[in-house]
C-alpha cells in the first residue's frame, strides 16, 4: 500500500537553528512529490514539486530534495515567520491520479 | 497566479441541515479535488472531478456529494449534516489531465461545526 510518513511530527527550533524535516515514501512509482506550508486555520500554500531522485529544489531559506525512498524539507537560518506545518505529499505512477499526503510536521521557530 | 476561492471560511449548521459548500478557480484547470482535514488523521480525499459533470469518489465519499455544472466551479454537498462532519473543508484544483504530474492548488478552507 502506498504510504507517506513524516517525522518528526513536531519540531522547535531557536531562530537561525538550520535543521531538515523528513517524508519518507513508499509507492510502486513516483510520478511527483509535493511539499506544502500551512499555516493555523488556512489552506495548504504549494512550495515545491520534485520529479526524480537527485532533484533539489529552493526556495528562500527552504530546500527540498529527493531520493529514491525520501525527501528532505532543509530550512536554513530559519525565523519565526517559517512556523508552520509542512506537509509533502506522493503522486504514484499508474492507477488514479490521487495525491497521498502525510500527516505533516509542525515546525515553531523561537525569536 | 493560480487562485481558488471557497464560499464561506466559517460555516455553523445543525444537525441534519443540507449544507452546501462552494469552489471556485480561476485558472482554467480540469481537476478539482474536495478534502477534509482533522487533526491527527491529515488529509482525506473525499470526491474530486476531472471534467464538467463528472465525478469519483474518494476515500471517504459517505454522507457527501458533489456537483460540477461548469468546469470553474465544485460544490460539496452534505445531504444530512451530522456531528462527525464537523472538520476543515478544504477544496483544490490542478490542471493537468490523467498521466501527468499534478500540482495541486488549495483554497483558503471553510472550518464547518455541526452542532
Known amino acids: 500500500e502506498d504510504q507517506v510518513t513524516q517525522s518528526p511530527e513536531a519540531l522547535r527550533l531557536q531562530e537561525g537553528e538550520s535543521s531538515s524535516l523528513n517524508c519518507s515514501y513508499t509507492?510502486?512509482?513516483?510520478?511527483?512529490l509535493f511539499w506544502y506550508r500551512q499555516d493555523p486555520g488556512k489552506g495548504p500554500e504549494f512550495l515545491f514539486t520534485l520529479y526524480s531522485a537527485g532533484e533539489e529544489k529552493e526556495k528562500e531559506r527552504l530546500k527540498a530534495t529527493l531520493t529514491k525512498k525520501e525527501s528532505f524539507l532543509h530550512i536554513t537560518a530559519p525565523k519565526p515567520e517559517d512556523s508552520a506545518t509542512y506537509l509533502c505529499a506522493v503522486q504514484a505512477l499508474g492507477g488514479d491520479d490521487k495525491i497521498i499526503f502525510g500527516k505533516g510536521t509542525r515546525l515553531h521557530i523561537l525569536p | 497566479d493560480v487562485k481558488v476561492t471557497q464560499s464561506s471560511r466559517y460555516l455553523v449548521k445543525r444537525t441534519g441541515e443540507k449544507v452546501f459548500l462552494e469552489c471556485v478557480q480561476d485558472?482554467?484547470?480540469?481537476?478539482m479535488f474536495w478534502y477534509r482535514q482533522d487533526p491527527g488523521l491529515g488529509l482525506r480525499l473525499i470526491y474530486f472531478s476531472y471534467d464538467v459533470k463528472m465525478k469519483e469518489k474518494g476515500d471517504i465519499p459517505e454522507g457527501y456529494s458533489v456537483s460540477r455544472e461548469k468546469k470553474e466551479r465544485f460544490s460539496l454537498i452534505l445531504e444530512s449534516a451530522s456531528t462527525n462532519q464537523t472538520s476543515m473543508y478544504l477544496c483544490?484544483?490542478?490542471?493537468?489531465?490523467?498521466?501527468?504530474?499534478?500540482?495541486?492548488?488549495f483554497g483558503p478552507g471553510t472550518r464547518l461545526t455541526v452542532l
Open positions: 509507492v510502486s512509482g513516483l510520478r511527483g
Open positions: 483544490a484544483s490542478s490542471f493537468l489531465r490523467k498521466s501527468s504530474t499534478d500540482t495541486q492548488y
Open positions: 485558472m482554467d484547470h480540469e481537476n
